[in-house]
C-alpha cells in the first residue's frame, strides 16, 4: 500500500516558477519509478515527466522539455518538480505516480499509484 500527496501548486504568473513536491507514505520502496502527469479542464492527462528508480534516467514531454526538471530526494520517498518559465498552458491539475517498476514509464496505464493532485494556474 502507497499513498502519494503533491504539494506546491498554486497561482503564478507567466514566466515564473515553482516546485511540486510529492511525497510517499505507507510501505514505500527504492525500486520504484515515479512520474507526473497533467490534466486541464476538457482535456485529457497528459505525461510531463518521468523518473526511473535510481533517480539516473529522465524522461519528459516535448512541451515541458528544458523547462521542467524532475528528482528524487536521497530516500526514495520524495520526488519533485521544478517547473521554471512556465506558460498558461502549464495550468492544469499536475498528479504525481508511481509504478513497483524500476523502469520509467510515460504512460498513465503504467501507472499503480495516484496522488490527488495539486492545482497549478499561470495568469497570463
Known amino acids: 500500500q502507497v499513498q502519494l500527496v503533491e504539494s506546491g501548486g498554486g497561482l503564478v504568473q507567466a514566466g515564473g516558477s515553482l516546485r511540486l513536491s510529492c511525497a510517499a507514505s505507507?510501505?514505500?520502496?527504492?525500486?520504484?519509478?515515479m512520474g507526473w502527469f497533467r490534466q486541464a479542464p476538457g482535456k485529457e492527462r497528459e505525461f510531463v515527466a518521468a523518473?526511473?528508480?535510481?533517480?539516473?534516467?529522465?524522461y519528459y514531454a516535448d512541451s515541458v522539455k528544458g523547462r521542467f526538471t524532475i528528482s528524487r530526494g536521497n530516500a526514495k520517498n520524495t520526488v519533485y518538480l521544478q517547473m521554471n518559465s512556465l506558460k498558461p498552458e502549464d495550468t492544469a491539475v499536475y498528479y504525481c505516480?508511481?509504478?513497483?517498476?524500476?523502469?520509467?514509464?510515460?504512460?498513465?496505464?503504467?501507472?499503480?499509484?495516484w496522488g490527488r493532485g495539486t492545482q497549478v494556474t499561470v495568469s497570463s
Open positions: 523518473i526511473n528508480w535510481s533517480g539516473g534516467s529522465t
Open positions: 505516480a508511481a509504478r513497483p517498476v524500476g523502469t520509467a514509464a510515460t504512460t498513465f496505464v503504467e501507472y499503480n499509484y
Open positions: 505507507g510501505r514505500t520502496f527504492t525500486n520504484y519509478a
